[in-house]
C-alpha cells in the first residue's frame, strides 16, 4: 500500500485512512505502520532544520515572542515540554547556514545524521543531548564526541528509557568523582513523609537514596508478583494494588522480626481497643449496628470483622477500661501459634494452604478454622497456614475450611463456585509422593517370588 498516496487522500472526496486500513492484510498493515514512522521522522528533521533556521532570522522574536521555545508552542499547539525537545535537538543536531553562506555543522553530529536518517526520534536525540551535556564541564571533547558515537549507535535499537540508563553509566564511567557527590547530594535530600488522609488511608511519599531505593525495589518486588491465575483467572490487581499488598507483607515481616528497637521493653506492635463482645460475634452478626474497635496509633476506627482476621495469629491483650476508657487491668498476652506449633504447620502447608496458592515466601499467618474467639484450641487440627491475600479471602468470601485426614480442605462459597465443591488444600508431603509411586510403578518382585526359568 501506497502510504504518500494514502497520506495525500486522506479527506479527498470524503475518503480518510480510516476506511482504507481495515481491507488490506496483514503484512500490508505492519507496512503501513512503519512506513508512517518513517513518513513522521522524515517530516520531523525537516522541521527541525526549520526551526533552527527560523531562530537563526529571529523570526520568533520578531513576531513578539520572548523565547522559541513558547513561538513553536503556540505556533504548533503542542505540550511545552515537547516544544522545548524539539527547540533544544535543532540547535544541537542540526547543521547552520550563517549569514554569509558559511555551513556550520552541528554541535553533535552523530546525533544529527541519525535523525537525517530517521533512526531516532526527537526523545532518543533529548536523552542523548542531556547525556553528554552532563558531561561536557569535566570531560575532554574527544571523550563527550564518544560519549556522544556510543549513545547514539545504541538509541537506533533500544528505547529512550534504556538509552538514559545507559547515559548515567556513561556519566559515571567518565566522572566518577562527581557521580559520587550526586550520590551525597541525594544521601542529603531522602526524605519520607507520611500523613492521615481525609478517607482514613495513609498516605506516603518518599524520596530515596539509590542505595535505599535498591533496597526498597529488592524488598517489595518478589512480593509484588502477581499471584497464579486461579481458575482461569488471571491477578485482578492493578500494579498499585499489588505494591500496596506487598508493602503491607513487608511490614508484617518487620514487626515479626526480633531486630526491630524494642518501646518500654515491648517488641513494636499494633494496639487495637474494641468492645469484648462485639469482638466474638459470629460473623453473621456484622453490619449496621456494630461498635468499631480504635487503632489506637492513628485513633482510628476499624471494623470487627477486620479486627477478628487479626486476632487469627496475633499477640490478644485483654485490657480492662473503666467507664472514661482508661486502662484499669491488663492481662497475660497469648500468642495463638507459638514457634513450635507454626514450625508445623509450614512444614505441613508451605507458605499457604490455600488451594494453588504460589506466593513468594514470606510472613504467612496461621487461621483458625474455628475462631480463637468462638473458643477453637489453639492447635494443629485446628489452624492452618494462610497469605495475607488469602487470609483476607477466606475471612471476606467466608470459604469453610476442614481438616480431613490431617490435611486442610476448602469449600468455596457460592458465590465462587455454585457447586461448593472442596478443594484439597496444603501441599504434598514426600510420603504421599511415594503412596502414589507405589500405585503407579508395580512393586519389585523379592526373590522368592521370582519364577526359576531353567
Known amino acids: ?140 571533547p574527544a571523550e563527550v564526541g564518544q560519549a556522544e558515537a556510543v549513545l547514539t549507535e545504541h538509541a537506533r535499537n533500544h528505547s529512550p528509557h534504556d538509552l538514559a540508563t545507559l547515559a548515567e553509566r556513561i556519566r559515571y564511567y567518565f566522572d566518577e568523582d562527581n557521580a559520587f557527590r550526586t550520590e551525597q547530594v541525594q544521601h542529603v535530600l531522602r526524605e519520607l513523609h507520611y500523613r492521615t488522609d481525609a478517607d482514613g488511608m495513609t498516605v506516603i511519599n518518599a524520596r530515596l537514596s539509590r542505595e535505599a531505593g535498591a ?81 489506637t496509633a492513628t485513633g482510628q476506627p476499624i471494623t470487627a470483622a477486620t479486627v477478628r482476621r487479626f486476632a487469627c495469629d496475633a499477640e490478644i491483650l485483654p485490657v480492662v477500661l473503666n467507664s472514661d476508657g482508661l486502662p484499669l487491668d491488663v492481662g497475660r498476652a497469648e500468642r495463638t501459634a507459638p514457634p513450635h506449633l507454626r514450625a508445623a504447620l509450614l512444614l505441613r502447608d508451605g507458605t499457604c494452604a490455600f488451594p494453588a496458592c504460589d506466593r513468594p515466601p514470606g510472613t504467612p499467618e496461621a487461621h483458625h478454622v474455628q475462631s480463637w474467639l468462638d473458643g477453637g484450641a489453639t492447635e494443629l487440627n485446628n489452624l492452618v497456614m494462610l497469605c495475607g491475600h488469602h487470609h483476607r479471602t477466606v475471612h471476606t468470601q467466608h470459604w469453610a475450611i476442614a481438616i480431613e485426614n490431617d490435611r486442610p480442605v476448602f469449600t468455596p462459597p457460592t458465590t465462587v463456585d455454585s457447586a461448593r465443591k472442596p478443594r484439597p488444600g496444603g501441599r504434598p508431603t514426600g510420603t504421599e509422593h511415594n503412596a502414589l509411586l507405589h500405585q503407579l510403578i508395580p512393586r519389585p518382585r523379592q526373590a522368592e517370588e521370582a519364577t526359576h526359568v531353567t
Do not use: Y
Open 215 to 295: 533496597k526498597f525495589r529488592a524488598a517489595l518486588q518478589p512480593l509484588a508478583a502477581p499471584l497464579p491465575a486461579e481458575d482461569g483467572q488471571p491477578d485482578f490487581r492493578s500494579p498499585g494494588q499489588r505494591n500496596a499488598d506487598a508493602f503491607d507483607a513487608l511490614l508484617d515481616i518487620a514487626l515479626a522480626s526480633d531486630q526491630l528497637p524494642r518501646s518500654g521493653g515491648q517488641r513494636p506492635h499494633i494496639t487495637i481497643t474494641i468492645d469484648f463482645n462485639t469482638l466474638t460475634r459470629t460473623l453473621q452478626d456484622t453490619g449496621r449496628g456494630v461498635l468499631p474497635g480504635t487503632l
Open 1 to 140: 500500500m501506497d502510504v504518500m498516496a494514502l497520506v495525500a487522500g486522506s479527506g479527498v472526496d470524503g475518503e480518510s485512512p480510516q476506511s482504507t486500513i481495515p481491507v488490506c492484510s496483514d503484512a500490508e498493515l505492519m507496512a503501513v505502520i512503519a512506513d508512517t514512522e518513517a513518513l513522521m521522522r522524515a517530516a520531523v528533521a525537516i522541521q527541525l532544520r526549520a526551526i533552527a533556521e527560523a531562530e537563526q532570522r529571529g523570526i520568533p522574536s520578531a513576531q513578539g515572542a520572548r523565547k522559541t521555545e513558547t513561538w513553536v508552542r503556540e505556533k504548533l499547539n503542542i505540550a511545552a515540554g515537547e516544544a522545548k525537545s524539539r527547540v533544544m535537538v535543532a540547535r544541537t543536531a542540526t547543521e547552520r547556514t550563517t549569514a554569509t553562506g558559511e555551513q556550520v555543522p552541528a554541535e553533535l553530529p552523530a546525533v544529527a545524521e541519525a535523525i537525517t536518517a530517521g533512526a531516532i526520534t526527537v526523545d532518543h536525540a533529548r536523552t542523548i543531548i542531556n547525556g553528554v551535556r552532563r558531561m561536557a564541564p569535566v570531560c575532554t
